[in-house]
């Protein structure tokens, strides 16, 4: 989805430039955006265009929600800049947009209220901070719940919910666009297959594979979760939960942050988990370090003798 700005006007900052989002607004903010887009682009390697995409919906985030003065140094404060990029950009999935806006805008600071003294200490884009785990005894109640539904298919179909999500750690997308041709089961174990965004291998845990072994059936459906729909409605999960038996606060960020943190405490090797977890580098997983349980001082010691490689 475009930024107000993006793909408006002719490009070049005068009187024919219209925003979408803040049409309503632009009698208001019209000036002092133009304004500053225009005194910001010679100073910069941006063009006009790609300006205003970032300094229109900044502004109106700035004016409108967080009822901030129309002056220069409060606006495109870096400050402001690291909030309107946190909260609010809701409609970019992805954290490459948001840095390409933060670009011009930082840029745009520089240029109209000058450069920080010291190099500024940006947010790390995509770290939010994770779901705590699930602990023993809210996994005990989600057994409970899944066992309790009303009729068979309900009951395999919050089982496996669980085993998708406790035992494979995917998240609720993933789990939705899953089919009965992604699970394999095998000697060495069950397997799934995802597709997607971050296509990989996910070995289940061991005391999650029932579910889903039983749910391999020739006279299943296509779909290998809730198996007799017609799309990959995104609010199915939440859907499902609310029409079943029993009151229970499941949530897929929850059960990830579970399998995570059961394979940090079991010393799973790295590389196979970010494999896994279709992790590109180990920084994201610094993140659940927090729920971690210290291991006693002799595993620790005993892992620590007993690491053994095969030669290079």
Known sequence: MPVDGDGDGDG???????????????????EFVRRSVEDAAPRTAYSAK???????????????????????????????????????????????????????LLRMSDALIGPPVAPPELRPLGQSAPSAPYSGQEIIALKSWAIAQSTAQRKWNAEALL?????????GREIINLTVAD??????????????????????????????????????????????????NRNLITDFVSRSTGKIQLQTR???????????????????????AGLASPEA??????????PNERGSRNALRDAAAEPR
């Open 183 to 232: 699970i394999r089961s095998d000697d060495c174990g069950v397997v799934v297959a995802v597709r997607g965004e971050r296509p990989r291998q996910v070995p289940v845990l061991r005391e999650w594979e029932r579910a889903l072994i039983v749910g391999m059936r020739p006279e299943g459906g296509s779909w290998l979760f809730h198996e007799n729909r017609e799309s990959a």
């Open 50 to 104: 790609a300006l205003f995409a970032a300094a229109t919906p900044l502004t109106l985030w700035a004016w409108q929600s967080a009822a901030m003065p129309l002056e220069r140094d409060v606006i495109f404060s870096l400050s402001t800049i690291e909030r309107f990029i946190a909260v609010g950009l809701p409609q970019y999935r992805s954290d490459s947009g948001r840095n390409t806006i933060r670009s011009r």
């Open 254 to 276: 929850r059960m990830h942050s579970t399998w995570i943190v059961q394979h940090l405490e079991a010393g799973t090797p790295l590389v196979p988990l970010m494999r896994a």
């Open 285 to 294: 997983l610094v993140r659940f370090l927090r729920f971690v349980r210290e």
């Open 12 to 30: 070049d900052g005068d009187a024919n430039y219209q925003p979408q989002h803040a049409a309503p607004y632009w009698a208001h903010l019209g």
């Open 163 to 171: 085993s998708l999500g406790l035992g494979a750690g995917l998240a």
